[in-house]
C-alpha cells in the first residue's frame, strides 16, 4: 500500500516536472527565437543594406538573420522586411517603398519634424523614420542618455547629413534642377555599388560575403556620422547657444560674440539665431586662433555664404601690422583681409575694439 502511494506520488512528481520542462522550454524557445530580416537577392544597394544595419544595432534584431530573396513564401515568415515585397505597412513592419502610389516623405510620416524634407523616401529613409531615434539612442553613452530634446536635434541631422542622400540617391532625385557641371562618383552609394560583381565578371566571389562588407562599409559611414553629431557638433551647438547668450556681456550691442577657441560655428549660429528669435542680430565673433592671436571675423549672411552681414572697417581692407594699428587707432593689430571678412589682433581686447570699431563704422560713407 506504501508502495503504491509513493509510486503514485513520484509518478504525479514527475508528471509535474516534465510540464514544467515542456513550459520552460518553450519559453526558452520563444526567447531565443532567431528574428529574420527580409530584403532582396542579387545586386545590393545602398538603402537596404543601410536599413539592415540600422535594424541589427537594435536589441530586437541585434542577433537577427538577414534572408535575402524575393520568394514571398520566405519573405512572410521575416519578422520584418525591408526594400521588397511590394508592399508598405508600418504595422506589420513590412517597408518597401517601389510601390507606384508609394510617396511618403519623412515630412509626411513625422510631420512634426516640420516640412523641409521632402524627398521621397527609400527603405533607409523609411527605417529610420520608425526606428532612428532609437538607433541613435541605442549609439549614445549608457550612462547618459540623450534628453528627448537632443535626441531630435541630433536625429534631424543624422538624417539631413546621410539618410536623406541615399532616399535621394535610391529613388533617382537629382541634386539641382539644371545638370550640374561636375558628377560625384566617389559617394557612399556608389562605393556599396563597386561591390557588387561586374557584369562581365565570372563570379568568382560569394555575393553574400560582399553583402556583409557592404554592411560593414555603411555601417562604419552611419557610425561615424552619430558619433560626430554626438561628441563633436553638439558641444559647438552648446558653446554658440552660450556665447548668444552671453553676447550682452561683450559689447553693449548684443552683436558681437566671443568664443575662446577656433571651432566651427555658423552652421549653429544661423539654426541658434532662428530658434532663438535671433535672426540676423550677430555681426562679428572674435575667438583666441592661438598664442597671442586674436581672431575677428564678420557673420555671413548664410553658413556657406562669402557676403558678410557688416564687413571690418573698409579703411582696414588689405592693410596690415602697425600701419592696420595706425589706421585703426588699435594697438597691436595684426592683418585685415583685402576683402573685410576677417581681422587678427594680438589681443582680446584689440580684437573686441576692432569689431566695435567696425560695427559703429558706416560702410556707406567710409
Not at 229 to 234: A, Q, T
Request: aromatic share 10%; with cysteine; proline share 3%.
Amino acid at each position: 500500500m506504501f508502495r503504491r502511494i509513493v509510486y503514485k506520488v513520484r509518478a504525479c512528481f514527475y508528471k509535474e516536472i516534465k510540464v514544467h520542462n515542456i513550459t520552460a522550454n518553450r519559453l526558452f524557445n520563444n526567447y531565443s527565437k532567431i528574428m529574420k530580416i527580409g530584403t532582396h537577392d542579387g545586386v545590393f544597394h545602398c538603402d537596404e543594406v543601410l536599413a539592415c544595419f540600422m535594424l541589427k544595432l537594435l536589441p530586437e534584431f541585434r542577433d537577427a538573420e538577414i534572408i535575402r530573396t524575393r520568394d514571398m513564401e520566405k519573405l512572410n515568415q521575416c519578422d520584418i522586411v525591408v526594400d521588397v515585397g511590394a508592399e508598405f505597412n508600418h504595422e506589420k513592419k513590412r517597408y518597401d517603398h517601389h510601390q507606384r502610389e508609394f510617396n511618403e516623405t519623412l515630412s509626411s510620416l513625422r510631420p512634426e519634424l516640420g516640412g523641409k524634407y521632402n524627398i521621397k523616401l527609400s527603405s533607409a529613409g523609411l527605417v529610420y523614420a520608425f526606428y532612428g531615434e532609437k538607433v541613435i539612442q541605442s549609439l549614445a553613452h549608457k550612462a547618459h542618455p540623450l534628453s528627448p530634446e537632443v535626441l531630435k536635434i541630433i536625429y534631424k541631422k543624422v538624417y539631413e547629413h546621410m539618410i536623406e542622400e541615399m532616399d535621394a540617391i535610391d529613388n533617382g532625385v537629382p541634386m539641382t534642377d539644371e545638370e550640374p557641371r561636375y558628377k560625384i562618383r566617389t559617394h557612399l552609394s556608389a562605393r556599396v555599388h563597386r561591390l557588387n560583381p561586374e557584369w562581365n565578371s565570372e563570379l568568382t566571389v560569394n555575393i553574400e560575403t560582399e553583402f556583409q562588407k557592404a554592411l560593414a562599409l555603411v555601417g562604419d559611414e552611419l557610425l561615424y556620422n552619430v558619433n560626430y553629431f554626438l561628441s563633436v557638433w553638439l558641444p559647438a551647438r552648446d558653446y554658440v547657444k552660450s556665447a548668444l547668450e552671453e553676447r550682452y556681456h561683450i559689447h553693449e550691442s548684443g552683436k558681437i560674440l566671443e568664443f575662446k577657441e577656433r571651432f566651427p560655428w555658423k552652421e549653429h549660429l544661423f539654426d541658434l539665431e532662428e530658434e532663438m528669435g535671433l535672426s540676423g542680430e550677430a555681426l562679428y565673433v572674435i575667438f583666441n586662433d592661438k598664442p597671442k592671436s586674436w581672431r575677428v571675423q564678420a557673420v555671413p549672411v548664410g553658413p556657406s555664404s562669402f557676403k558678410t552681414r557688416k564687413a571690418l572697417h573698409k579703411k582696414w581692407w588689405g592693410v596690415r601690422d602697425e600701419l592696420l594699428s595706425d589706421v585703426s587707432g588699435i594697438k597691436e593689430c595684426i592683418f585685415c583681409h583685402s576683402t573685410g571678412f576677417i581681422g587678427g589682433n594680438a589681443t582680446r581686447d584689440g580684437a573686441i575694439a576692432m569689431a566695435v570699431a567696425s560695427l559703429q563704422a558706416d560702410l556707406d560713407t567710409e
